[in-house]
């Protein structure tokens, strides 16, 4: 499997031989994939329901009623159809993606105006049943990326708090993804996709989906797409752009994409629970040294990456 099953366990309640085996098995991961599934996190599958079918509820509203909670990309609220073409990012012109979302996240003021208005900004909520248990999900998904962040650092022999040390007041966005059937959106057009290929930009993902023939897929190190696995019980981890440069390119921020809707099941609809975590506004980001890193990159601030990351995806 291109993508391994990984199960954290050990690293709450294993020994230290235990700890260091799945220290290493997630040094290899993030080296040959840049994706891993992780079990034993913890999460209750009846949160993640319930996340879901809050969303779905929104999602099912008529345009006109989701239209009061329209935003851009980076905002807080709804991004509608053809807000956004993540293969932008990468330089390729494609038509929009196929997806619509909801977008909350980091909402704790820094107290710096350019800042909170962007990174910080109150979430916006149209019901208060997506609140409580949005509200509840991304909290969940702020302690497991810290601990995924000590992983981390375990599996590079640093100290545990080398990266979540930046970690403090982080900036983090929470995306649901609607993929709407294509008895809704239509035929795809050329080169059109539920999301296009791209890579994530921050330190760490964490997502949550649902199968389906339109589903995710991810480049292998021998260029090929291959269908990502699915275990219902794990969660989909990769990492972002920010956390190869901090690693030197020891670690693939791997290109994936979501799949249009398919001919073969015109009904399919997706709602995709996406937890994308980053750091602190102002960390610095400097490469790891050999024999860690094998790449130097120039030294970041981390916002100002990010920030830029996003400005390209926004179909404007």
Known sequence: MTVPLVDIRPWFSGTVAEKAALAAAVDQALRDSGFLLIKGHGVPTSLRASV??????????PVAEKQ?????????????????????????????????????????????????????APNVWPSADLESVATSYM??????????????????????DYFTAHTSSPTYTFNINWY??????GAPAD???????????????????????????????DG???DAPYDPDAFTVNIGDLMARWTGDRWRSTRHRVLPPQESAPDEDLVSLIFFYETNHDARIASLAPP?????????????????????????
């Open 68 to 120: 009061r909670y329209a935003v851009s990309v980076g905002g807080r609220g709804w991004l509608p159809p053809g807000a956004e073409a993540n293969a932008y990012a990468e330089g390729l012109e494609t038509p929009p993606d196929l997806k619509e979302s909801y977008s909350v996240g980091a909402d704790r003021a820094v107290g710096i105006p350019d800042i909170d208005s962007f990174w910080f």
């Open 52 to 61: 879901r079918a809050a969303a779905r509820s929104f999602f099912s509203l």
């Open 191 to 221: 080169g059109q996709y539920r999301i296009g290929p791209h890579t994530d930009f921050g330190t760490v993902t964490v997502l949550d989906r649902e199968p389906g023939a339109g589903g995710l897929q991810v480049y292998t190190k």
């Open 139 to 160: 909290a969940q998904m702020r302690a497991l990326s810290d601990t995924l962040l000590g992983i981390f650092a375990a599996s590079l022999s640093l100290p545990l």
């Open 292 to 316: 860690v890193g094998r790449t130097s990159y120039p030294e970041v601030v981390a916002s100002e990456y990010l920030r830029a990351k996003l400005d390209a995806i926004s179909m404007h």
């Open 180 to 185: 709407p059937p294509m008895t809704v959106v």
């Open 224 to 226: 090929v797409w291959e």
